[in-house]
């Protein structure tokens, strides 16, 4: 609303308008972080008796071992540690694939009509 006075009103409600607009445009990539960082990928191995959870850096986050798992002896059981370690980090990286692309794809679309006009 323009005021009789230098205008300072006017700005001041156009700066909210565009801090507002802003907001609610990053909103997405937000969520988006926010996803990214609770994700995990998950993963199995010696009939589900190995169960691996590995986090967004990499890390593995958790790790179940069933106890019958035990009877496979030291070697089979550090294959199927590591089995299930590995299909937990394939899993990740689809989990983070889909997230980035389902996340991303707005934005491009938007970057693509700005880059033509």
């Known amino acids: ?6 205008g300072t009103s006017f700005l001041d409600e156009e700066m ?8 609610a445009e990053t909103r997405p990539l937000e969520e988006l ?3 990214l960082n609770a994700i995990r990928g998950r993963g199995e191995a010696a009939n589900g008796q190995v169960r691996a ?4 850096t990499g890390a593995l986050g958790s ?4 106890p019958r798992a035990m009877r496979l002896g030291a070697d089979a059981l550090a294959e199927a540690v590591l ?22 794809t707005p934005f ?3 970057v693509r009509r700005f880059s033509r006009d």
């Open 108 to 110: 491009a679309d938007g």
């Open 83 to 104: 089995a299930a370690a590995g299909a937990a980090a394939t899993d990740l990286t689809a989990r983070l694939a889909g997230m980035m692309t389902d996340g991303l």
């Open 1 to 6: 609303m323009i005021t009789p006075d230098d």
């Open 16 to 23: 909210r308008r565009l801090l507002a607009q802003f907001q």
């Open 53 to 56: 959870e590995v986090l967004p």
């Open 33 to 35: 972080q926010e996803g």
């Open 63 to 66: 790790l179940r071992i069933d």
